[in-house]
């Protein structure tokens, strides 16, 4: 191995017992605490502390001697674990641009040293540590028109900032590829921050007999609940009431015992509790509210949920900090075509109107509902052809009834969930057809009294209009078949290569996100000519993911030395993870970030503020409606805290007082515009409503 001159101090006592084994491999001047390396190349080395794969301290010691930093100690880098220390040195070597070394005692040390060394020889990250900033969109947007210069073309370039195409843009950054990904409008505008928010298997999919896909899901759920995304993906118990003697407990017990002996099987330890069964007086134990009629039991059964939109932006943030070029408010205009062959895409960035070229080998197209207009700028034939389905919830305060638990409860159609969420409830879905507007798909007010109907044959204190703080409507993008029933359409993916160059990825749910990815990079990675390694997303924490128990363990700790409220640090760690530190670093520098939002006390300044230097959030209805959730959750939807995010959100992207007073008055016709579309009766009424609103205002 050629290893460079520079003084690296690695470490002390139990460490060099390691750096002898490190010796062997790399050339050292002091075998003890010295490794040379060249000006030129300056290194990032890192030693395990102690023994084996476990509990073993990491430390991770910066690139000279003058600087040696602790990256533990200081919290740039935290992990319990082995692998998770590569991860982290892995994202630490791409924001640095620097070759990247894993020294240990264990077997795998040349192997670590291989894959760490490929992946850290990636282009350099246009998104310092996966901040995604106004600049580092700047600089992707830069690099991205580069593409077009001879030998510049991106490996991949995906098409769609949902789960999917994020999930996508992970996957192939972190097989080595070098990737662009492109999204018209904001992460997760689309369906991917408008779901039930549940990482489920789908328990009637059970029903339908699909087993493949409920493993998959489960899966994948244990993945995200313990490796993944332990910060943002929680167990969640629900009750799922049994309404008939004799014959319904035993066959929904069965059912409910292969759905969690599915998660056992699925490889991955299930992360959530199993299922028990409870008389008529242990539901009502659990659900006080519940009629005393209702039911004359329940079974309690665990799943898991999450905030989706927050999601897609953790997967967007790192994949950038891997590497990948990202941008959003940049729409797919058209594909650039030699012969048969997609080489690119023509892209117009809405911000400003300009339009320019983006070269790929391969493009991924994973537009989700809109996947037909954007297949049929490049083919009308081979199609994959996607449906839309609408599906409405309603946010309801906690207080309205009282259960520790959720509900599933059967429809005529498919199934209604009552899912607890904060200090709200989430009631939802319909499932139906949508052929109108895409972009703001409208809840009727037929819609809202079909959930509340539902839900209140339960209550003992019926739900009304009054007790709804927030609505939001999305569309599932539905592989079409013959069915006319959108309910009863699959839910399973379908990746398809419709013309050389373009591979299209649809369907599929939010839950198996990353499979979706996967599959569809394994299809663009087949075309190209290097060979391509294996998918490796399976062992990637998300950004905060890693040192997230270790954090919340320390949280009561946090809480006294920053003077931010215990509750308030659990509510930022379940939104950060291991991330939380930034978001209190910027309260302790402007005490000001620790207030609240006006009318929206669970959310502090600073993560307006953190929102647009690290998550991406370009308008102010990025902030209010993803990155945090106030749209739905505050009783006046955002109006009051909308005028402080605004100037919060423009002192950072200096925004002149016409155009924050722009955004404030965009966001408030919006939420008149979705209020008054909620009084109509019917889709039709509804939509036209909706669509009075106007779309982003541009930054220039
Ligand atoms: C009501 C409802 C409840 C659901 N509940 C669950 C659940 O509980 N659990 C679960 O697992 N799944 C659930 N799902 C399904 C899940 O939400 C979706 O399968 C998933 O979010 C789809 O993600 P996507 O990335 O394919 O699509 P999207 O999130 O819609 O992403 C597509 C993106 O492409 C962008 N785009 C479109 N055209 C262009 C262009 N020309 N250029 C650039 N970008 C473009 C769009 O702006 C959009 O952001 C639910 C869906 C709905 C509607």
């Known amino acids: 191995m050629d290893v460079p001159s520079n003084n690296l101090v690695i470490g002390r006592g139990e460490a060099n017992r390691r750096l002898r084994l490190a010796d062997r491999f790399l050339p050292t001047t002091n075998p003890l605490t010295l490794i040379t390396m060249p000006p030129a190349q300056p290194i990032l080395g890192a030693a395990f502390l102690s023994g084996d794969v476990g509990t ?90 580069a593409t077009t210069e001879p030998g510049k073309e991106l490996d991949i370039l995906v098409v769609g900032g949902g789960v999917v195409g994020a999930g996508s843009a992970l996957d192939a950054v972190t097989r080595g590829l070098n990737v662009g990904l492109v999204e018209a409008n904001d992460w997760a505008a689309g369906t991917s921050s408008r779901s039930s928010k549940l990482i489920h298997g789908g328990l009637r999919y059970l029903e339908m007999l699909d087993f493949a896909l409920v493993q998959e899901a489960l899966q994948e759920r244990g993945l995200l609940i313990q490796r993944i995304a332990p910060h943002l993906v929680r167990p969640v118990p629900f009750l799922y009431p049994l309404t008939k003697r004799w014959v319904e407990r035993p066959y929904v017990g069965a059912g409910i015992m292969l759905y969690d002996t599915l998660g056992l099987t699925s490889g991955n330890s299930r992360g959530v509790p199993m299922h028990k069964h409870l008389s008529h007086k242990g539901t009502m134990r659990a659900a006080p509210s519940l009629k005393d009629d209702a039911m004359i039991g329940s079974i309690r059964y665990y799943d898991a949920q999450v905030d989706d939109a927050r999601l897609v932006a953790n997967v967007m943030r790192t994949a950038a900090s891997f590497g990948a070029h990202v941008v959003n408010q940049t729409k797919v205009i058209d594909f650039l075509r030699e012969g048969e062959r997609v080489v690119g895409a023509k892209v117009q960035n809405q911000e400003d109107g300009t339009e320019f070229e983006i070269r790929a080998k391969q493009v991924i197209n994973a537009t989700g509902v809109w996947t037909d207009e954007t297949q049929a700028l490049v083919t009308d034939r081979g199609q994959l052809k996607v449906r839309a389905s609408k599906g409405i919830h309603l946010v309801v305060p906690r207080d309205r009834f009282q259960s520790t638990v959720g509900l599933i409860l059967r429809t005529e159609k498919s199934v209604l969930f009552v899912i607890p969420w904060g200090r709200h409830w989430i009631i939802g879905t319909t499932d139906t057809d949508w052929k109108l507007d895409k972009a703001h798909p409208a809840a009727s007010s037929a819609d809202i009294d079909y959930l509340l109907g539902h839900v209140n044959k339960v209550l003992k204190r019926p739900l009304s209009r009054e007790d709804v703080e927030g609505v ?229």
Request: glycine share 6%.
């Open 56 to 145: 073993e301290q990491a430390l991770a010691v910066s690139r000279f001697a003058d600087d040696a930093r602790c990256l533990a100690d200081n919290g740039r880098i935290t992990a319990t674990k082995a692998r998770e220390l590569e991860e982290a040195l892995t994202r630490e070597a791409a924001r640095t641009g620097t070759p990247a070394f894993l020294l240990t005692n264990r077997v795998w040390f040349l192997v670590s040293v291989a894959r760490i060394s490929r992946r850290s020889a990636m282009s350099v990250s246009t998104h310092p540590n996966g901040n995604l900033s106004r600049e580092s969109r700047d600089a992707s947007l830069k690099y991205l028109r």
């Open 472 to 700: 939001y409507a999305g569309l599932r993008p539905l592989l079409a078949g013959e069915n006319d029933s959108t309910a009863k359409l699959s839910r399973e993916h379908v990746v398809a290569h419709p013309v050389p160059g373009l591979v299209v990825v649809a369907g599929g749910k939010f839950t198996t996100y990353r499979v979706m990815g996967k599959d569809a990079v394994d299809e663009a990675a087949r075309a190209l000519d290097e060979k391509v390694p294996e998918s490796c997303t399976e062992t990637i924490p998300l950004l905060g993911a890693t040192g997230f128990k270790a954090a919340w363990n320390r949280r009561n700790r946090t809480a006294d030395e920053s003077g931010v409220h215990v509750a308030r640090v659990e509510h930022l760690l379940n939104r950060y993870g291991s991330l939380t530190q930034e978001v209190l670093d910027l309260m302790a520098e402007s005490p000001e970030l620790a207030e609240p939002l006006p009318g929206a006390d669970d959310y502090l300044a600073a993560e307006v503020v953190y929102a647009t230097t690290h998550e991406g959030a370009l308008h102010l209805n990025d902030v209010l409606t993803r990155r945090t959730r106030i749209s739905i959750e505050a009783w006046d939807r955002g109006v009051s805290a909308a005028p402080v995010a605004a100037r919060l959100m423009g002192d950072v992207l200096g925004w002149s007082d016409t155009q924050r007073d722009n955004e404030i008055a965009n966001y408030l016709a919006r939420v008149e515009a979705e209020r008054l579309s909620q009084q109509q009766p019917d889709d039709v009424t509804a939509d036209a409503a909706r669509i009075g609103a106007p779309g982003i205002v541009p930054l220039t």
